[in-house]
């Protein structure tokens, strides 16, 4: 329930310290990620079901948006539309607006819409930590993935990204700092986005189908997890696995002086972490 709908409520407070300590909390919400598989599923079923009924007027990649568009909004009010689910849905409704307008829009376009209707909403997210995380990771993301790098270095380099530019709003905001926390993204990430994620939404579809199938994909899935728990478990007790940090004055100008100088680097100018500062 947790790693499809964000569902938390019956994560233990042991299971929660091991997500802490590996800086892995982001598996149990509800992001960018379940919203654009979601909707990248429907439309390419459409897609693929249109092609069997070719109309001029209805283009199979207009009905391809407009359900892609439908079934994550609603998938989106089904998971609780919390701030993360606000922006994921904004930055993918934007995007699907300019595939029906036949626009190719940036993501930092979608990205900057995604800040502004979010903070007109509800003007208050600012004072949460999960807006400027959300935001701030977002922002990684879409600059570490367009480097040239191949598949696997452009995998390490994003979670060693990610872990560095992070780092201090975790240590001013949670006053700790997951040390291991790229190695166990690297590790947990991509079977939870690439096999986990797929397999509980398969799992959900086909309970209205055949309980036993159902049931056949649930008990794959946690085997599976089994085997990612334990090894997130085993990283979450190294040795100083977790970096504790007495916020003080010092930290504060530290944190201005790191948004100074990402604000002033010329490559970081125009991208949306320096817009943030």
């Known amino acids: 329930l947790a790693l499809l709908m964000g ?11 091991v997500l802490r300590n590996t800086g892995t909390l982001h598996l149990a919400v509800v992001s960018g990620m379940h919203l654009t598989l979601v909707g990248a599923l429907a439309g390419l079923l459409t897609l693929w079901i249109w092609q069997w009924f070719p109309s001029e007027r209805y283009p199979a990649t207009l009905v391809s948006a407009w359900v ?20 994921a849905w904004v930055m993918l409704s934007v995007i699907l607006v300019g595939i029906v307008l ?11 819409w995604a800040l502004l209707l979010v903070m007109l909403w509800d003007i208050s997210a600012v004072m949460q930590a999960g807006f400027w ?15 040239p790098d191949r598949w696997f270095w452009k995998l390490i380099g994003m979670h060693l990204g ?56 649930g008990s794959l899935i946690d085997e599976l997890w089994q085997y990612l728990w334990a090894g997130l478990t085993v990283i979450s007790t190294w040795s100083s696995a977790v970096l504790l940090v007495k916020v003080s004055g010092w930290h504060w100008g530290l944190l201005g ?13 125009l991208t949306p972490i320096g817009l943030l500062w």
Do not use: C
């Open 7 to 17: 569902e938390g409520s019956l994560i233990s407070q042991e299971q929660w310290q």
């Open 68 to 87: 892609a568009w439908i079934v994550a909004t609603a998938f989106a009010v089904l998971a609780g539309l919390n701030l993360p689910v606000q922006r």
């Open 102 to 112: 036949k626009r190719q829009l940036h993501p930092l376009l979608s990205l900057s």
């Open 133 to 147: 995380l959300s935001f701030l990771a977002t922002a990684a993301l879409v600059w570490l993935l367009t480097s």
């Open 162 to 217: 990610m872990s560095f530019l992070l780092a201090p709003f975790l240590m001013i905001i949670f006053q700790q700092l997951p040390i291991y926390a790229p190695i166990a993204n690297i590790l947990a990430a991509p079977l939870v986005e690439s096999v986990f994620v797929p397999l509980l939404l398969l799992a959900g579809v086909m309970s209205a189908i055949s309980h036993d199938i159902s049931m056949a994909i």
């Open 257 to 269: 002086i790191w948004g100074v100088v990402l604000l002033l680097w010329k490559r970081y100018l």
